[in-house]
T-cell receptor, first 115, second 116 residues
């Protein structure tokens, strides 16, 4: 069973540009969540996707959007990049069943730098 | 979301036990206690979780206070590889289709330093 992978590992963009980050979940995992981690802080929840639909969102503006595909891959898109968007972006996948607290499997992250 | 409080940092020597505390005085009856850790330059990694009873797995033990207002993650013999940021997270029991299912609310965590 392969783990969660993310691409690219590093990315440099300029303010105002758009970026797409990619994640490949573990087989059988139907939920993917995306997090933003600023330097020295804990990860902050952006949103989650379940069965290819956005299914919960944190305190992030609409210029953060995503997609989830049937093949367990997903994307995070950020439009109109701002300097404060510089961070490590993490995706996490899990197999959703009723109740409790199934563990989430995180990828290594994509380091985005906005100049 | 109910909040957790952890010390900013702790230190340990290699091969000694480490007890990482977490306070969660506003925990609700349906909140699970999760621990994740983040090694340098990696994504967070699940460690352990529990509801009321103490839990053991190959990585660690979780001791939960009787009133559930605090918990302790125990690493029985710390190794250099255990140096990481440890996060204590409360995760509510929810429906499989619930909008908070995939959400983990991370705090600042505890930076664990292990000395050789």
């Amino acid at each position: 069973e392969t783990g969660v992978t993310q691409s690219p590992t590093h990315l440099i963009k300029t303010r105002g540009q758009q970026v797409t980050l990619r994640c490949s979940s573990q087989s059988g995992h139907n939920t993917v969540s995306w997090y933003q981690q600023a330097l020295g802080q804990g990860p902050q929840f952006i949103f989650q996707y379940y069965r290819e639909e956005e299914n919960g969102r944190g305190n992030f503006p609409p210029r953060f959007s995503g997609l989830q595909f049937p093949n367990y891959s997903s994307e995070l898109n950020v439009n109109a990049l701002e300097l404060d968007d510089s961070a490590l972006y993490l995706c996490a996948s899990s197999r959703r069943t009723s109740g409790r607290g199934n563990e989430q499997f995180f990828g290594p992250g994509t380091r985005l730098t906005v100049l | 979301d109910a909040k957790t409080t952890q010390p900013n940092s702790m230190e340990s020597n290699e091969e000694e036990p480490v007890h990482l505390p977490c306070n969660h005085s506003t925990i609700s009856g349906t909140d699970y206690i999760h621990w994740y850790r983040q090694l340098p330059s990696q994504g967070p990694e699940y460690v352990i979780h529990g509801l009321t009873s103490n839990v053991n797995n190959r990585m660690a033990s979780l001791a939960i206070a009787e009133d559930r207002k605090s918990s302790t993650l125990i690493l029985h013999r710390a190794t250099l590889r255990d140096a990481a940021v440890y996060y204590c997270i409360l995760r509510p029991l929810g429906r499989a289709g619930g909008t908070s299912y995939g959400k983990l609310t991370f705090g600042q965590g505890t930076i664990l330093t292990v000395h050789p």
